[in-house]
């Protein structure tokens, strides 16, 4: 069955640069989110969208934004990188009712 | 606010031992729960999950568990673990309409030969 695709997987970038992260969902799902993981740490939730509209939104910094596209990927837009975003970020999504989430691979970045 | 908690950080068992993971979560509402699975360098996959219904639930690669609404737990067990169980159990809280899952710290299973 298809998956969650994230891209790239892996990324390296400086301080001060700018990342630009995408996620794929299952086909038919209509909800994806963003969640970063930092080294040893639980995933925490960043933002989430529901049919291309913001649905709800944790800790992001406001050096991120995100958003979801008409054919319902997304992608996660990350400036001004600092040291402590180097992490691992998840995409999940999520169909119909939204109870259950779907974890892409991840995008791990490391900011120099 | 809502929290996971994970007691457990590392579990060290003996293959075909059989092995729990504890899982408690704090919330006066109802949540939906979630046992995810992280192999190294590898996202997170759904073992398994209660939305409602029979408290038992049984997952993938024999893992079940039990949600236990007067305890507040979500104990994961398999009865004979094996090496390819080695890997990161994550436990996550989907709190009433909310959209994100709140994770545990993780519990590191371990399989000794």
């Known amino acids: 069955a298809a998956g969650v695709i994230q891209s790239p997987r892996h990324l390296i970038k400086e301080k001060r640069e700018t990342a630009t992260l995408k996620c794929y969902p299952i086909p038919r799902h209509d909800t994806v989110y963003w969640y970063q993981q930092g080294p040893g740490q639980d995933p925490q939730f960043l933002i989430s969208f529901y049919e291309k509209m913001q649905s709800d939104k944790g800790s992001i910094p406001d050096r991120f934004s995100a958003q979801q596209f008409s054919d319902y990927h997304s992608e996660l837009n990350m400036s001004s990188l600092e040291l402590g975003d180097s992490a691992l970020y998840f995409c999940a999504s999520s169909g119909r009712g939204r109870e259950t989430q779907y974890f892409g691979p991840g995008t791990r970045l490391l900011v120099l | 606010a809502q929290s996971v908690t994970q007691l457990d950080s590392q579990v060290p068992v003996f293959e075909e031992a059989p092995v729990e993971l504890r899982c408690n979560y704090s919330?006066?509402?109802?949540?939906?729960l979630f046992w995810y699975v992280q192999y190294p360098n590898q996202g997170l996959q759904l073992l398994l999950k209660y939305l409602s219904g029979s408290t038992l639930v049984k997952g993938i690669n024999g893992f079940e568990a039990e949600f236990n609404k007067s305890q507040t737990s979500f104990h994961l067990r398999k009865p004979s673990v094996h090496i390819s169980d080695t890997a990161e159990y994550c436990c996550a809280v989907k709190i009433g309409g909310g959209q994100k899952l709140v994770f545990g710290q993780g519990t590191r299973l371990t399989i000794n030969p």
């Open positions: 919330s006066s509402v109802s949540v939906y």
